[in-house]
């Protein structure tokens, strides 16, 4: 079981030209993740849990310190070039470090229509022996139960993905795309009609297991990374979720109006 992962995670919003160079000079640098295609590329498949006033986004657009996600994600293809995965994973941020605490479970559960992931969490919690494993999942009922979160947006994006020295992990994002109607999650399903970021733009994620490496820094200043505070999840929600959506809008024109 992959259970707990902690670290800090800096993200860039690249453009077109600054993502094209940044690319080059990693793939220069760094192997591809062993568990992607050639170069380390591999799609991604979520479904995000939210409450009905969408509590996880103005935790986030608070910039709330301590504040945790739920999501269902699936790795892998269809057609096995990458064996298909799913996991149930928790993202806690607490004073900028994130943990993300997940456990695998089973594909042809979460791909079923409309499956329940607190009757999922029930069935397997009887099954746990490890401690952490018994924590994961009384923390995603309390989440479900209490809190009362419940799915709130589906996306899928390509990653290519780098291992570098000094327990670094680089991420470039693209072709991020979301739906609000709920469907069957399925590898690398391409049944996603809402564009996020324009193609070509690129979501840059540093992840670092310590402080960063020199040849990290160096990296940052030649080509003149500066950290964006990006979230794909909040953007689809401002894009096209139909309870933030009217509300950014409005908060938009109210900043945009002329002073009287």
């Known amino acids: 079981m992959d259970i707990r992962q902690a670290r800090r995670e800096l993200k860039f919003h690249l453009k077109a030209e600054q993502g094209e160079a940044v690319l080059a000079a990693i793939k220069a640098m760094l192997p591809g993740d062993a568990n992607g295609a050639v170069g ?4 991604i498949i979520s479904e995000y849990y939210d409450t009905d006033d969408r509590d996880a986004y103005w935790e986030r657009n608070r910039r709330q310190p301590n504040r945790r996600k739920l999501r269902v994600r699936i790795y ?26 997940r456990i695998r479970v089973p594909l042809e559960v979460v ?18 022996t490890r401690r952490d494993e018994i924590l994961l999942a009384e923390e995603v009922l309390r989440l479900v139960e209490v809190k009362g979160v419940k799915p709130a947006m589906q996306m899928r994006y390509d990653r290519l993905a780098f291992e570098g020295p000094d327990n670094v992990r680089v991420t470039f994002d693209t072709a991020i795309k979301c739906r609000t109607v709920r469907q069957a999650l399925l590898p690398d399903d391409p049944d996603f009609p809402h564009v996020v970021m324009p193609p070509g733009e690129r979501v840059l994620e540093l992840k ?21 505070p990006f979230s794909k999840y909040c ?23 002329p002073a009287i």
């Open 40 to 43: 380390g590329a591999y799609p």
């Open 76 to 101: 892998g293809t269809s057609n096995g070039v990458i064996p298909p995965s799913a996991f149930l994973e928790v993202k806690h941020k607490c004073d900028g470090v994130g943990v993300k605490r």
């Open 111 to 128: 791909s079923t229509p409309g499956f329940d992931v607190a009757e999922l969490m029930r069935g397997m919690r009887r099954e746990f």
């Open 208 to 228: 670092l297991f310590g402080s960063a490496p020199y040849w990290l820094r160096e990296l940052g200043a030649k080509h003149g990374l500066l950290k964006t």
């Open 235 to 257: 953007s689809a929600l401002e894009f096209f979720d139909p309870i933030i959506m009217p509300i950014v809008g409005r908060m938009t024109r109210r900043l945009a109006a």
